[in-house]
């Protein structure tokens, strides 16, 4: 028997992390596919990616040779063929532009604007038949529809040998939403017609519920970090301590497909950094309650899947559930990194809400139908402030006009009335509250002799007085 090794979506050139460099991660994923001795690779697209990484910046086309140079190398020491197919994210020129400089790389389907991808021939590997469809990932299900057809038709009419017929594909398959997906009376077009139907670009293994010919692909290596997708376990934060919601799980890896049994194995890569997801209910967290949680969920995290040898490294990303604050949305993301600048092989994303997330905006109408909460915080946190020079001007027995200070405080409560009345909708929030507390600071100040400054307010007053100095500068 003889296997062949099926491989894609290693998007090479899309920043997973900073820290995580693909090309080394590259060249151990060809090892361990080598070592299991395949008679040759199909690679089903979605292998270098021509996008910007998601992270880091936009390589430079030099930068981009050079990494071609080394991909042709590693691609040559395998000394096996290889049959490609490119994805949504490659640049289709690189490709044929790889073929050129590599002996055992071979491009057997690139997509071609307004084709549907179904005008080929099968390429034989070994024992079977394999069909290359360069379908559009995202095409419109009519398309994908007559695809599947004419793919069917000529498979009918093939005559030329008796070896089992295998359909590669880089599509949408599974149903995310109203517009990705195929429904299943499309599939069974080719799932009926065709021995096995492998679909890269999901990034997840997988064997269709009820269509056990249809395989899906996982990724390589990690590429992304998006909530859901290609975690290797989560976890919630409750009552002080990190607790799984899901076991351990490595997604990642390459499939062997037997040329005679056509059994498909799903040989899982270990990488060497991977990303976990923490639920964190930031409801009434104070910052320093979300500096220490975190500093638990660190250690306790490093401790379970980096010190104890699973990863080299592990990116967490935080999905925060509960109602969050505006001053802690402000500066969550600098808290938790600050905890985890402090360890060497643990690395956090920045936050991703959950589906249940409460995200107070400044919004101008949120404002005007919630009773204002803003503009009452902005009285209280004012009034406080009043209140705290008088008490500091009494220690010192300096006297206080009370008089002057009901001026002050309605003052402050007819710019906001008046300003609400008016229900400008070309003032945005964060102007609103600095102009209230702007127009009454200088009087506060001077009634009192004192120096309040903008930014010992609160935060998000500070915040909110920032972007309307920024405003002015503009
Ligand atoms: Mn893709």
Redesign the pocket.
Known sequence: MSRIAIMG?THLLMSFHEKYDKFVEFSRFIEQVQADEPISIALL??FVDKRQSLQGRLITWGEGSEYQVKIEKMIESTNINWYAMN???DDERVYPSIEKATPNFKVVAITKKGENGSNIEPVEIGNINAWFAPIP?DAAAQVTKEAFQELARRKSIFTKNTKPHVLFL?INMIHRGQDTGIDDDILDIVASNFDRVIN??EHVYGVHKKKKNVIYMPASFPTWVVKDRGFVKKYAFKDGTLQETSKFRNPFGYLLLDDETLEVEFKQFPPAMANVEVIYDVTSASISQVRGDWQTIAEDIHHELVASGKFNNMLILPVLTGTIEPAISFTFNNDVAAVFNAFTNIYVHAFVPDENLVQPSYSIDKLRNERLPTRETAFQNTKDQVADIVKKLGEKQIDVNPENIIDIISKIENIGTAFFIEKSKSLNAAKYIGGVIENILPELNRTFDSSIEMASIDPVLGLAMKAKSNKKGE
Do not use: E, K
Request: glycine share 20%; hydrophobic share 10%.
């Open positions: 979506d697209g979605d994805g949504n994210h990932h880089h890269a670009h």
